[in-house]
């Protein structure tokens, strides 16, 4: 079993209070927005990774402020995205998720994705169940207007804005391929970058191949990962 198997049941166990705190937006410095229900969920990503783990430091978009991780300070390092796709989320859609990665010095251990409101968990080192054969290339909400008249015709496009859950559609199949040219953070594509290397599809950042490294925070990264 997982080591964070047991955070899912605590996803679940909170998730009819975080659905109550939908209207409790804020505006971030950065015009995005952080609800209640955001920081309801980094506590229960916190409190479980803390109880779990004798040495570990946690990385969290709700926390992070400046400066390089070093990964030798402590025995373990979480990066922790406790609702990615706010905008989603405090809009009253169900696509957003809480994603979790655990690196033991520089080497990925464990990782998970949650759709909690859609009732979607995956776990790394879990085969796929159900793999499906789609033409659908998911792509980033970030992208602009120019962008996307930019975009190579002859595909079926999806914009969802929650990287969770178009991770969880390109591992799954659903997406043949999803990327963000834009540039994304750590927190947002550790997990499912992760889960995707492992099952063999192809993923690269910054145009190079991804073999599991650990992703500084500070930077903005821009994958594409392909069945």
Known sequence: MSTLTPLILEIKSNLEAVLKLRNTK???????????????????????????????????????????????????????????????????????????????????????????????????????TEKFDSRIYGISSSLTKEDLLNLEPGFEYRIIGCCMYNM??????????????????CWDILPGLNMAHQLGLDVTVNNKKYNGEFLQPAEKYRFKISN
């Open 26 to 128: 804020q505006k971030k410095d950065d015009d995005s927005y952080v609800s209640e229900g955001d920081l309801l969920l980094d506590k229960v990503c916190m409190d479980y990774i803390l109880k779990t783990y004798a040495s570990v430091q946690i990385i969290t978009e709700e926390t992070y402020a400046t400066g390089e991780v070093d990964l030798n300070a402590f025995e373990y390092t979480a990066v922790v995205d406790p609702i990615d796709g706010t905008e989603n989320f405090v809009s009253g859609l169900m696509e957003w998720g809480v994603g979790v990665c655990i690196y033991k010095g520089s080497q990925f251990e464990e990782a998970l994705i949650a759709l909690p409101e859609l009732n979607h968990y995956m776990l790394s080192n879990t085969p796929v």
């Open 168 to 185: 969880f559609n390109v591992i799954t199949g659903r997406y043949k391929m999803f990327q963000n040219p834009k540039g994304a953070r």
